[in-house]
């Protein structure tokens, strides 16, 4: 087990998980929920109330590339040891002229996800999810559930294989 939490399959505890995620929760059969305290939610705090190592935890965060008057999104998963270098990697991969943190009231509205809690797993459709190597090589790590209320524990094999999900060298 990782930390000190309850950890229960997710697909059968539809209701600590955001909409978007109970509903493509499937496509990762070996994911867990646990249910916290909404007040620990964030990274910080969360690892060290519940005894999760830093290593173990990954962030998604939700960028807007731009171009030519134009907006996408993408999401970008790291340890909670790195950052992700949106204004390098990510913005030529994406082949934008600028990149930034999506507004928090933007990335919630799109992603139907709590701030706090916004995960890979039930993005909308077409979004890139790029995922660092080190993410995507960990044996387990810890990622939001989509509500601040609980999170989701999945083999870092199971990011690299969300739909539109590409993994690449993303920290600094």
């Excluded at 030529?92 to 996800?113: I, N, V, W, Y």
């Amino acid at each position: 087990m990782v930390g000190r939490l309850d950890w229960r399959p997710a697909d059968e505890h539809p209701g600590l998980l955001a909409e978007p995620v109970a509903a493509a929760i499937g496509e990762v059969p070996e994911a867990e929920v646990a249910e916290i305290d909404p007040e620990l939610a964030d990274t910080a705090a969360f690892c060290e109330r519940y005894g999760v190592p830093l290593e173990l935890s990954a962030n998604c965060v939700v960028v807007a590339a731009k171009r030519g008057g134009q907006v996408a999104h993408a999401a970008c998963v790291v340890l909670a040891t790195d950052r992700a270098d949106v204004n390098g990697v990510v913005r030529r991969h994406l082949g934008a002229r600028k990149a930034s943190f999506a507004p928090m009231d933007e990335a919630t509205s799109l992603t139907r996800m709590e701030y706090g809690g916004i995960t890979p797993v039930g993005l909308p459709a077409g979004w890139p999810i790029l995922v660092d190597e080190a993410a995507a090589a960990a044996s387990r790590v810890v990622v939001g559930s989509g509500l601040r209320r609980s999170k989701i524990l999945l083999p870092g094999k199971a990011l690299a294989g969300l739909p539109d999900a590409e993994v690449m060298k993303l920290a600094l």
